[in-house]
Antibody
């Protein structure tokens, strides 16, 4: 059974830092691109960041560039999001998601998702 | 990286069909055949429904179908069932390993 579990959310003040973690099981973690997606209260989903299978390539939405860092530890089947200099507009539920792979190939898409962890940035 | 445009809500009666549109630009939806769709029941993990515009992952009922014309993609849900009531999001590849989602559409089964 596939499981994706995020943790690390909480209430922080503007300018603070927070590190989110995601532990995955039930699939071959190092075969998948991994992603973070967020949903602000009452808003839609927003892609935040991607990391390649071996961690060699990372991409970010413009609004978090220079403040957030995505990383992974394939030995621990884990994905991370280091969030620095947090702003009120970063308040959201943060989801960890995988790319999409079949037995034959990998495709563009977000296959497995966790249930999210809430980050609240407020003074 | 502007969000794709989706209607706020759609509705239909059990057994009917509904279509949700997703409008982007020539830099995302119009440029790539990499549109995907997600079903989201609030408080739960989103579910992957469609990829590459019109392909269904294993386990997704064939009542769900996708299409694209120009800068607009669409998700059609046929034979509506009560459990289809959820929020639906489109997503498009936008180049250089970046992605853009739609604002979401609430599907109500009357």
């Amino acid at each position: 059974e596939v499981q994706v579990v995020e943790s690390g959310g909480g209430l922080v003040q503007p300018g603070d830092s927070l590190r989110l973690s995601c532990v995955a099981s039930g699939f071959t973690f190092n075969r998948y691109w991994m992603r973070w997606v967020r949903q602000a209260p009452g808003k839609g989903l927003e892609w935040v960041a991607n990391i390649k299978q071996d961690g060699s390539e990372k991409y970010y939405v413009d609004s978090v560039k220079g403040r957030f860092t995505i990383s992974r530890d394939n030995a621990k089947n884990s994905l991370y999001l280091q969030m620095d200099n947090l702003r009120a507009e970063d308040t959201a539920v943060y989801y960890c998601a995988t790319g999409y792979c079949t037995s034959d190939a990998c495709y563009y898409g977000f296959e497995y998702w966790g249930q999210g962890t809430l980050v609240t940035v407020s003074s | 990286q502007s969000a794709l445009t989706q209607p706020r809500s759609v509705s239909g009666s059990p057994g009917q069909s509904v279509t949700i549109s997703c409008t982007g630009t020539s830099s995302d939806v119009g440029a790539y055949n990499y549109v995907s769709w997600y079903q989201h029941h609030p408080g739960k993990a989103p579910k992957f429904m469609i990829y590459d515009v019109d392909k269904r992952p294993s386990g997704v009922p064939d009542r769900f179908s996708g299409s694209k014309s120009g800068n607009t993609a669409s998700l059609t849900v046929s034979g509506l069932q009560s459990e289809d009531e959820a929020d639906y999001y489109c997503c498009s590849y936008a180049g250089t390993y970046t992605w853009v989602f739609g604002g979401g559409t609430k599907l109500t089964v009357l």
